[in-house]
Each structure stands twice: as structure tokens, then as C-alpha cells.
């Protein structure tokens, strides 16, 4: 039975291929959660686009749920996250004019290579250049106005897949400071729309929303959109991206300790000191309220545990649980080294066409080979991002979240990869809980306090000696590959 005098908080999660919605009460216990996948379209040439009602329908549905079950009284404000980058484009009346084009599309190949040689290299554009990259928003943007004019014309304005569903639900135009400067289009230096990007790329202002903190009020739930006549206003707040929203669920005292994002890409995020800019990655203003000003930056591996899905549903057709256990005895024996670039690369060689591949294979080798040097080879590309971003730290501990976290072996590979305790938090806090954090940082100035039972995985040292061993095969098979790459692509 509920509590008649609960309060709760909602959290919204735009993944890019499932919407979670989760209801918690003021201790942050979940209360109700419900789930729904979709999918996007994907064609062979790189294309990855979806239809953003599909995400404003599934939400509304999941929320007239809730609706059914919670007192809409009780329901104190509402946090939006989701995936970063995939950009939305409405017209004068807010309505789409075309699909949005997702954050791992590929067509805007050229596009950046037009950016980097066009756009001004000065302080005030050096952050947009180091980071723009093929799904990047003002590549999408240019695009659409070199290669769809029509539907440029009819612009009025350009939306991250979060704002668009908080547009549905409130009316308001916003964003947030970490979409904002992730986005190609802003200067963190002067924390407004880049002026050199718009007049170099003769690109209106007016297309682009308004940038609120994260925990600021957006607007009010249409309650209408529910059937309901109600006089209480839900207040629904900015939000942010989905991995700041997970580093506020999973640090949210602030702890300078790193977190590994095992979700569809795996994802390196570094809390920084005040004002602090790394040279590898993306440094996005977190700004979750004037009080809070953290940089927080960002590496990603276009594939992370996506490639384990890969592996096991596409190559070898068997469920992980079949084949996971067996691999533990064979951790620091294998010779076979995978090259996990299967989406590209956006962080450190740039190359969005950058593809995978095997070696070490001999005729000794066996499934069972192959099946783990897939883990290993993306524990040995996520080290060799966190490497590039702070050479020169060594981390005692680093978190382990994303549904990577679930596998039973990961963990014990990064431990020994990274030389380093990996934790595992035993309650799962997923991208929607940091914005439901957020919907109760708006009333009451403070995150809620969450209780952490972590889960540990110690480095061995005679599996950390052989790791990097084959760390060293792999930067080595790495390195001629990405020259390999580069030079045909020269060549072509």
C-alpha cells in the first residue's frame, strides 16, 4: 500500500533504444518503474535516424500509467535525461519537419571535414574544434541546410531528443549547459551560442533554445495531456544528458573517483577540479544550479557493451550466460586480441569510418578465444582513453555502471586491465535516477542523500602483469591499424 503522505520524484531516461521511467519516493526507494523499447532506422550507409514522436508517445504512455496508480498530487516534480547529440528539428509551430538524426549517424563525414577547414582556429573556437564530430548537432545542422534547404527553411528551431520530450510535456523551449556544449554550436569560454560558428556557417541564433541549469524549472506538466483537471502545477526541470545525469546518480557527493559507462557506447567520465579542462574529450558544463559549476569531461568508445551484444546475438547466436563462465579460467592466457572500433571513433584517433578486427589468431584458436578477447579488447581501449585524458593519474578505484556492470566477468577484467578496484554498486542507479535527482535538487536545494553498497573486484597481481603484457599487443596491433586505415583513406 502507499504512503498517503509520500511525496515522489519521476525520472525520464531517453535511451537510444529504450525509454525507462521510474517513480521514487522522497528516501529514493523505487516505487514503480516501466519500460519500453524502440527502434530507430539504420541503413548501410551510416544513416541513423527516428520519427520524435515515437519517444513523445512512448513517455506520455508511461506517464498516464503512473497517473492511474499515483495521485497526480503526490508527484512533487519530474527530471528529463536522455541520449546526447541526436538532434530534432521543428518548424515555426514546434512540429518536425524531418526525422531526427541520432548521435551515431554517419553521413556528415564531409561535413566536419568542412567545419575543421572553415571555422577560425582561436581560443574562442578551440573547444568546438577539438570535439565536433560526425552526429555532432551543428553537423546536423549544416547538413540539412546543404543538403535538405526545403526543410532548413521551414526551421524554427533545433531540440537534444530530451528537450523535445519535455517540449511535449510542458510547451517550454529549453536546454541544458551540458547539451549546450556538447553540442558544436556553443563557447564554453564565454558560455554562449558561438558567434564565429554562427557567422561563419551564416547560421540564426533564433534556431537555437534558450540554455537553463539543470535542476532549474522548465515549465509545468500539461496535465491535459493525461485527461486530468487538476489545480496542482508539476513542476518539470531542465534536465541534462545521460551521463551527467548518471555520474549525479552514482557520485552524488562529489567524489573525485572516475566512472566507466558500459551502455550502448562505453563512456569515460571524469569529475573535474574547479574550472578544470582536460585535452581529451569533451569538458561539458554540468551546471546543475548556480551553486554547482562542475566540468565534467567526457571519452567515448563508440562501442561498448554493444559489442558483446554483437558478439553474442549476431556471430556466435548464444546468449551470454552460455559462454561467460567458462571464459573466467582463461583470464591473461589469451592470445587473441580484438580491435573494438566497430562504430568508429570520436575521442581519440577521430576516424568515424575506423572498423574492428582480430589478431593473434592461429590454428589453436578457439571460440572460446574469441568470445573473451571481445571483453578484453574493449578494457584495453577504455584504458587507453583514460590514459590519453589524465596521463598521469593512477586510480585507485573506478565505478563500473551501464548494463556492462551486469556481466559477471567485466568487472574482473577491468580490475586487472586497470590495475585498480573496480566497484559495482549493488542498487542499480541508472541515467533516470539522476534525473529524478535532479527534480529533487528543484525542491530542495540538495541532492537526497543515497545509501552506496558497493560491491568490490580486486586486481590480481599475476593477471595484472599478464594484462599488460597483452596491453602493449594491443596499443602495438592498434597503432599499425589506424595507419593502415588512414593511409587508404588518403589514398581514396
Given amino acids: 500500500m502507499k504512503d498517503v503522505n509520500a511525496e515522489y520524484y519521476i525520472g525520464i531516461d531517453i535511451g537510444t533504444t529504450s525509454i525507462k521511467t521510474v517513480v521514487y519516493d522522497e528516501r529514493f526507494n523505487i516505487c514503480f518503474h516501466v519500460g519500453k523499447r524502440y527502434n530507430y532506422t539504420a541503413t548501410e550507409d551510416g544513416w541513423r535516424e527516428i520519427d520524435p514522436t515515437i519517444w513523445s508517445t512512448i513517455v506520455l504512455e508511461q506517464l498516464a500509467e503512473i497517473f492511474s496508480i499515483f495521485p497526480y498530487q503526490k508527484i512533487e516534480a519530474i527530471g528529463v535525461t536522455g541520449q546526447m547529440h541526436t538532434t530534432v528539428f521543428l518548424d515555426q509551430a514546434q512540429q518536425p519537419v524531418r526525422p531526427a538524426i541520432m548521435w551515431n549517424d554517419e553521413r556528415t563525414i564531409d561535413v566536419v571535414k568542412k567545419i575543421k577547414t572553415e571555422l577560425p582556429k582561436n581560443s574562442q573556437t578551440e573547444n568546438i574544434l577539438a570535439i565536433v564530430s560526425t552526429g555532432s548537432p551543428l553537423a546536423n545542422l549544416i547538413w540539412l541546410k546543404q543538403f535538405e534547404p526545403e526543410h532548413y527553411e521551414r526551421l524554427g528551431k533545433i531540440l537534444i531528443a530530451k528537450d523535445y520530450v519535455r517540449l511535449i510535456l510542458t510547451g517550454e523551449l529549453f536546454t541544458d549547459y551540458c547539451d549546450a556544449s556538447t553540442s558544436s554550436l556553443y563557447n564554453v569560454t564565454t558560455e554562449q551560442w558561438s558567434e564565429e560558428v554562427l557567422s561563419t556557417f551564416q547560421l540564426s541564433e533564433k534556431i537555437l533554445p534558450e540554455v537553463g541549469y539543470a535542476s532549474s524549472r522548465a515549465g509545468t506538466l500539461d496535465l491535459s495531456l493525461f485527461d486530468i483537471e487538476g489545480k496542482k502545477g508539476i513542476p518539470v526541470v531542465v534536465g541534462t544528458g545521460d551521463n551527467v545525469a548518471s555520474a549525479i546518480a552514482n557520485q552524488n557527493q562529489q ?80 592470445q587473441v586480441i580484438f580491435f573494438p572500433y566497430l562504430n568508429g571513433d570520436k575521442t581519440l584517433f577521430k576516424e568515424s569510418k575506423l572498423s574492428g578486427a582480430f589478431f593473434g589468431i592461429d590454428l589453436n584458436s578457439e571460440q572460446d578465444d574469441f568470445s573473451l578477447a571481445v571483453y578484453e579488447g574493449t578494457a584495453f581501449a577504455i584504458k587507453r582513453l583514460m590514459q590519453q585524458m589524465r596521463p598521469l593519474q593512477k586510480n585507485d578505484k573506478c565505478l563500473l555502471i551501464g548494463g556492462g556492470a551486469k556481466s559477471q566477468l567485466w568487472p574482473q577484467i577491468f580490475a586487472n586491465v586497470l590495475n585498480c578496484v573496480i566497484q559495482i554498486n549493488c542498487t542499480a542507479r541508472e541515467a533516470n535516477c539522476g534525473a529524478a535527482m535532479l527534480a529533487y535538487y528543484h525542491c530542495h536545494q540538495r541532492y537526497p542523500v543515497l545509501p552506496n553498497e558497493l560491491r568490490e573486484y580486486e586486481p590480481e597481481e599475476i593477471l595484472v602483469k599478464k594484462y599488460q603484457n597483452n596491453y602493449q599487443a594491443f596499443i602495438t596491433y592498434s597503432d599499425a591499424l589506424i595507419k593502415k586505415e588512414r593511409s587508404e583513406n588518403d589514398e581514396a
Avoid: H, M, Y
Fill in 255 to 334: 567524489v573525485q573517483q572516475p566512472i566507466i559507462s558500459l551502455g550502448t557506447s562505453g563512456v569515460v567520465i571524469l569529475s573535474n577540479r574547479c574550472n578544470e579542462r582536460l585535452t581529451t574529450g569533451k569538458n561539458i558544463l554540468a551546471k546543475i544550479a548556480k551553486e554547482d559549476q562542475r566540468v565534467i569531461t567526457q571519452g567515448a568508445l563508440q562501442s561498448g557493451a554493444k559489442v558483446i551484444e554483437w558478439w553474442s546475438e549476431n556471430i556466435i547466436q548464444q546468449d551470454i550466460t552460455q559462454f561467460e563462465a567458462r571464459l573466467t579460467t582463461k583470464l591473461g592466457e589469451n
